[in-house]
């Protein structure tokens, strides 16, 4: 089945700075890659998302890029700000049968003022 | 609108109680799910309904008994539950099962003692 590897586990950043997250896959049928944002005590809130079909995406200060080749994809956020400081998943399914999702494992990212 | 709705946010229970748990949304969405989520983890799948039927089950233990009333509604019965059953227990939906985008709600926090 489908491995997701997610670097670093922490991250600590000053406001202002930009922070990267990056994540591989094993299974080259995967091809839709969500991000997901979870908050102390709230649920995973979809942040963006990316299809095979597509290298880059951006929404404001969040951009995700996808190499097909080396099956890796990066969350960037940039101009971080405190109330980006949250547990930040990655996760990858394929469209051919149930979509389930597979996590990565979780980077804490820290924003200090 | 992408709001999921979960009740209660909070549950104690026995482990000789019965109880359940709660999730709503009118998105229109035909997929419902559960996950398990422990601390500092991200989340498991437990149950996928699509079109209000179960499809995916995966190897949970019968003290967990999921339920789709209607395409709006999805429950989570609980008997005869373990301490190792505490956990963050997260509904989601999607457009469809084979729609990857998955939105959640907040989840409720269970304590079994």
């Known amino acids: 089945g489908e491995n997701v590897e997610q670097h670093p586990s922490t991250l600590s950043v000053q406001e202002g700075d930009s922070a990267v997250i990056k994540c591989t896959y094993s299974d080259s049928a995967s091809n839709y890659f969500p991000w997901y944002k979870q908050e102390l005590g709230k649920g995973p809130q979809l942040i963006i998302d990316?299809?095979?079909?597509?290298g880059e995406k951006k929404d404001q200060r969040i951009a995700v890029t996808l190499n097909k080749t080396a099956k890796h994809f990066s969350l960037h956020i940039t101009e971080t700000q405190p109330e980006d400081s949250a547990v930040y998943f990655c996760?990858?399914?394929?469209?051919?049968?149930?979509?389930?999702?597979?996590f990565g494992k979780g980077t804490m990212l820290l924003v200090s003022p | 609108d992408t709001e999921v709705t979960q009740t209660p946010k909070h549950l104690v229970m026995g482990m000789t109680n019965k109880k359940s748990l709660k999730c709503e949304q009118h998105m229109g969405h035909r997929a419902m799910y559960w996950y398990k989520q422990k601390a500092k983890k991200p989340p498991e799948l437990m149950f996928v309904?699509?079109?209000?039927?179960?499809?995916i089950n995966e190897s949970v233990p019968s003290r967990f008994s999921p339920e789709c009333p209607n395409s709006s509604l999805l429950n989570l019965h609980l008997h005869a539950l373990q301490p190792e059953d505490s956990a963050l227990y997260l509904c989601a939906s999607s457009q469809e099962a084979r729609q990857e985008t998955q939105y959640f709600g907040p989840g409720t926090r269970l304590l079994v003692l």
């Open positions: 309904y699509s079109y209000e039927k179960l499809s």
């Open positions: 996760a990858a399914s394929k469209a051919s049968g149930y979509s389930t999702l597979t």
């Open positions: 990316i299809r095979s079909n597509v």
